[in-house]
């Protein structure tokens, strides 16, 4: 791992952590309060308060990054270009990608049912809050947490993931020097890449058990009469709706830890075939990207433990405006010189790059019902 990319993804971890004490330090009714002059309408402490501390914090680290958030957007000053071209410099510069706290609904209404005057802290600090959590949300709670995230792209290729669970209070790291979780100790422990390489347990991704859990997947579907994503979904072909539901391990996924449905952390005895960005946003599924670029096999460490496909459709369904699953003329995965890259002057081009969508499989690098349908679609493998 170079010396640049380390130091990126310390300073991700420094602003993580900093958002993270921070709200395990406040109250319920300071994480539920409305937050009317910052962000979208519906915006709360709990959103707006990590956000900004991430923002600032990779501010402060490079002035001359691009920070991309739901709630704001895009932070940094951007210049695109009209095509891709590796040797511009805008192709070169830091792009983050944070999505400061995924499953914010979901930590809403759980916090609802404390005291308002109750630290966050101590409320996930006891084990039976966690059993609680995963009895409303689903399990594991290492998966189905609520999180804060940040990747990093640069170069147009992918350097790393950092995932910090707000419940179990777990961070995970993917990079090209490991992927580790790891328990975070109480604040003042200086943690970095080294530390979490030296005091974190590997995560391993695991190859399909057998054929029948080849299809059995999670994804996004939303809420009944949310119109888009159930479509979107049986547009794409995979398997009719009586399939679907017979499939179908979780519905209402967080974003950026799904792609740990598909490591050692899920139970063995409920293996996941793959994983499904669902024509959502690029703050849901950015963070899988260094999964699949720095997983290897268990059997043999020259192969990817993961591959990944870019599903896209004839008439493609649209969210916002924004196209749900995009052909490769319009997608963010640009080819040059036989490479794949994330063309970031293209994304930067638009007016919140936060709202781009696309529809993207992740699964073992086995799955050959994944590999057979994606391949019989025309569907694209990405590799960076």
Same mark, same amino acid.
């Given at each position: 791992?170079?010396? *640049?990319?380390?130091?990126?993804?310390?300073a991700?971890i420094?602003?993580?952590l900093?958002?993270?004490?921070?709200?395990?330090?406040?109250t319920?009714e300071d994480a539920?309060?409305?937050?009317?002059?910052?962000?979208k309408?519906n915006t709360?402490?709990?959103?707006?308060?990590?956000?900004?501390?991430?923002?600032?914090?990779?501010?402060?680290?490079?002035a #001359?990054?691009?920070v991309?958030?739901?709630?704001?957007g895009?932070? #940094?000053?951007v210049?695109g270009?009209?095509?891709?071209r590796?040797?511009?410099?805008?192709?070169f510069r830091t792009?983050f990608?944070?999505?400061?706290?995924?499953r914010s609904n979901? $930590?809403?209404?759980?916090?609802a049912?404390?005291?308002?005057?109750?630290?966050?802290?101590d409320i996930?600090?006891?084990?039976?809050?966690i059993?609680? @959590?995963?009895?409303?949300?689903g399990s594991p709670?290492?998966i189905t947490g609520?999180?804060s995230?940040?990747?990093? *792209?640069?170069r147009g290729?992918?350097?790393?993931?950092?995932?910090? +669970?707000?419940?179990t209070?777990?961070?995970?790291?993917?990079?090209?020097?490991?992927?580790r979780i790891?328990?975070?100790?109480k604040e003042g422990?200086i943690?970095?890449?080294?530390?979490v390489?030296a005091h974190?347990?590997e995560l391993?991704f =695991?190859?399909?058990d #057998?054929?029948?859990?080849m299809r059995?997947?999670?994804?996004? $579907?939303?809420?009944v009469?949310?119109?888009?994503?159930r479509?979107?979904f049986l547009d794409?072909?995979?398997m009719?709706?009586?399939q679907?539901?017979? +499939?179908?391990?979780?519905?209402k996924?967080?974003?950026?830890s799904?792609?740990?449905? $598909?490591?050692s952390?899920?139970p063995?005895?409920?293996?996941? #075939?793959?994983?499904?960005?669902?024509?959502?946003?690029i703050?849901e599924?950015? =963070?899988w990207?260094?999964f *699949?670029?720095?997983?290897?096999s268990? =059997?043999?460490?020259?192969?990817p433990?993961?591959?990944?496909?870019?599903?896209?459709q004839?008439?493609?369904?649209?969210k916002e405006?924004v196209?749900?699953?995009?052909?490769p003329?319009?997608?963010?995965?640009?080819e040059?010189?036989?490479k794949l890259?994330?063309?970031?002057s @293209?994304l930067?081009r638009?007016p919140n790059?936060s709202?781009?969508? !696309?529809?993207?499989?992740?699964a073992p690098f086995?799955?050959r019902?994944?590999v057979?349908?994606? !391949?019989?679609?025309?569907?694209?493998?990405?590799r960076?």
């Amino acid at each position: 791992m170079q010396g *640049v990319e380390k130091s990126h993804l310390n300073a991700a971890i420094a602003a993580g952590l900093t958002a993270f004490y921070d709200l395990m330090h406040s109250t319920v009714e300071d994480a539920l309060k409305k937050i009317a002059a910052y962000g979208k309408k519906n915006t709360l402490g709990m959103d707006a308060g990590p956000e900004i501390i991430i923002c600032e914090g990779l501010a402060r680290y490079d002035a #001359g990054s691009v920070v991309i958030t739901e709630e704001i957007g895009t932070r #940094g000053t951007v210049a695109g270009n009209d095509t891709f071209r590796p040797n511009e410099p805008q192709t070169f510069r830091t792009v983050f990608i944070s999505d400061p706290m995924d499953r914010s609904n979901q $930590l809403k209404a759980f916090l609802a049912g404390f005291p308002k005057e109750m630290i966050i802290a101590d409320i996930f600090s006891n084990p039976e809050n966690i059993r609680k @959590w995963e009895a409303e949300f689903g399990s594991p709670a290492s998966i189905t947490g609520a999180v804060s995230a940040i990747s990093c *792209v640069r170069r147009g290729v992918p350097i790393f993931s950092m995932i910090i +669970n707000c419940i179990t209070q777990e961070m995970t790291v993917s990079c090209a020097a490991g992927i580790r979780i790891i328990k975070l100790p109480k604040e003042g422990q200086i943690i970095n890449l080294d530390y979490v390489l030296a005091h974190g347990k590997e995560l391993l991704f =695991h190859n399909v058990d #057998g054929r029948k859990c080849m299809r059995r997947f999670v994804t996004f $579907l939303g809420d009944v009469g949310k119109i888009g994503y159930r479509e979107n979904f049986l547009d794409s072909g995979f398997m009719d709706e009586g399939q679907m539901n017979e +499939n179908l391990h979780y519905n209402k996924p967080g974003g950026p830890s799904r792609a740990l449905y $598909l490591s050692s952390v899920q139970p063995h005895q409920i293996p996941i #075939g793959f994983v499904l960005a669902n024509g959502e946003k690029i703050g849901e599924w950015i =963070h899988w990207l260094s999964f *699949v670029q720095f997983a290897r096999s268990q =059997h043999d460490d020259s192969q990817p433990a993961l591959i990944l496909y870019e599903v896209f459709q004839d008439r493609p369904w649209t969210k916002e405006g924004v196209l749900m699953a995009t052909p490769p003329n319009y997608s963010v995965f640009r080819e040059y010189g036989g490479k794949l890259y994330i063309d970031t002057s @293209w994304l930067l081009r638009m007016p919140n790059p936060s709202k781009l969508r !696309s529809t993207l499989i992740v699964a073992p690098f086995d799955n050959r019902w994944v590999v057979r349908f994606s !391949s019989q679609s025309g569907y694209r493998p990405i590799r960076f």
